[in-house]
C-alpha cells in the first residue's frame, strides 16, 4: 500500500514536500514515481527515481524545482516541490513499478497511493 502526503495550498513561489509512505513489501524491490492530474486533465508524469535510487527523471516543466528522493529505512519516497507555480496544481499521485528501469508511462506502475492535492495560488 501507498500513502501520498504532504498537500496543501500554498502561494506561487513556494514549497512543499511530498510524502509517500510504502507497506506492505520490500521497498527497495520498487521503482517509485509521482504523477499529476488537473482538473479536466489527464494524469502526467512528473518526476521517477530508479530502485537503487541512483538515477531519477523529471518532466521538462519541473526540471530545476523538483527533486524526488527516497529513504529505503522509512519506505518513503519524497518529492520536493520548490518555486510553486499556479500551473502545478493537480492532484499529486505516487506510484511504484517492479521495472528494472525508470518509465514516464502510468501503464508501467502497478501500484497507486491515493493521492494528495496541491493547490498553488496566483
Known amino acids: 500500500q501507498l500513502q501520498a502526503s504532504g498537500g496543501g495550498l500554498v502561494q506561487t513561489g513556494d514549497s512543499l514536500r511530498l510524502s509517500c509512505a510504502a507497506s506492505?513489501?520490500?521497498?527497495?524491490?520498487?521503482?517509485m514515481g509521482w504523477f499529476r492530474q488537473a482538473p479536466g486533465k489527464e494524469r502526467t508524469f512528473v518526476a521517477a527515481?530508479?530502485?537503487?535510487?541512483?538515477?531519477?527523471r523529471y518532466t521538462d516543466s519541473v526540471k530545476g524545482r523538483f527533486t524526488i528522493s527516497n529513504d529505503n529505512v522509512k519506505n518513503t519516497v519524497y518529492l520536493q516541490m520548490n518555486r510553486l507555480k499556479p500551473e502545478d496544481t493537480a492532484v499529486y499521485y505516487c506510484?511504484?513499478?517492479?521495472?528494472?528501469?525508470?518509465?514516464?508511462?502510468?501503464?508501467?506502475?502497478?501500484?497507486w497511493g491515493q493521492g494528495t492535492q496541491v493547490t498553488v495560488s496566483s
Open positions: 506510484a511504484a513499478t517492479t521495472n528494472l528501469y525508470i518509465s514516464e508511462s502510468s501503464g508501467a506502475y502497478d501500484y
Open positions: 506492505g513489501r520490500t521497498f527497495r524491490s520498487y521503482g
Open positions: 527515481i530508479s530502485r537503487s535510487g541512483v538515477s531519477t
